[in-house]
């Protein structure tokens, strides 16, 4: 099995993830682990599912100003969204 198989767990790279217990960060002492941490192999289950992909992607299906939109203005606060998603190797998502 392939490293870049996205089936496969993939351990966190402890250099570049944050630490779990910083002692300045008050909740990480409740909540960061206390004991050796257990690597739990998959099964079945969680390995296979349903496949999605012979669903197609609308026009509108990236856009939730107008996905289901009937004509009118959409309803709610304008909210301004930055940043980036990566996945567990650090590479950036298109």
């Avoid at 960061?32 to 509108?60: C, R």
Wanted: with cysteine.
């Amino acid at each position: 099995m392939s490293e870049l198989d996205t089936r496969r767990f993939v351990a966190r790279d402890r250099n570049w993830q944050p630490k779990g217990y910083t002692p300045d960060y008050k909740t990480t002492i409740a909540r960061s682990p206390s004991q050796a941490l257990v690597s739990i192999p998959q099964s079945l289950s969680e390995t296979t599912g349903p496949d999605f992909t012979h669903l197609k992607m609308g026009k509108y299906d990236n856009d939730l100003l107008l996905n289901f939109n009937h004509g009118g203005l959409p309803v709610g606060e304008r909210v301004i969204m930055c940043g980036r998603v990566i996945d567990q190797y650090g590479n950036p998502v298109p």
